[in-house]
């Protein structure tokens, strides 16, 4: 079992940035095994992909929406992937969620992390 906690949201005015943040544990758990995403939820709608960050060399890929604002990171030493996100608009607002999955059928979910954008 893996557990995944997400932290850093907060309600920022349009255009400022923020640094989310997503720890991974669990018993017998190796991180690099494991690829890493970010999704988002918005009141009303679906979640949808935000970004992913590969474990086995660190490839990454964005949605149009995000691309070029921002950035998926990982840091296997301390078990976490982060989302840098800059220029941040008022349709950014969402539930941030960290996701982890490896190539045996194991897929985890954070809790969430609201990340509020004010016009």
């Known amino acids: 079992q893996v557990q995944l906690v997400e932290s850093g949201g907060g309600l920022v005015q349009a255009g400022a940035s923020l640094m989310l943040s997503c720890a991974a544990s669990?018993?017998?758990?190796?991180?690099?095994?494991?690829?890493m995403a970010w999704f988002r939820q918005a009141p009303g709608k679906e979640r949808e992909f935000v970004a992913h960050?590969?474990?086995?060399?660190?490839?990454?890929y964005y949605a149009d929406s995000v691309k070029g604002r921002f950035f998926i990171s990982r840091d296997n030493a301390k078990n976490s992937v982060y989302l840098r996100m800059n220029s941040l608009k008022p349709e950014d607002t969402a539930v941030y969620y960290c996701?982890?999955?490896?190539?045996?059928?194991?897929?985890?979910w954070g809790q969430g992390t609201q990340v509020t954008v004010s016009s």
């Open positions: 996701k982890a999955w490896d190539n045996y059928g194991g897929t985890f």
């Open positions: 669990g018993r017998y758990f190796s991180f690099n095994h494991y690829d």
């Open positions: 960050i590969r474990g086995s060399d660190g490839i990454t």
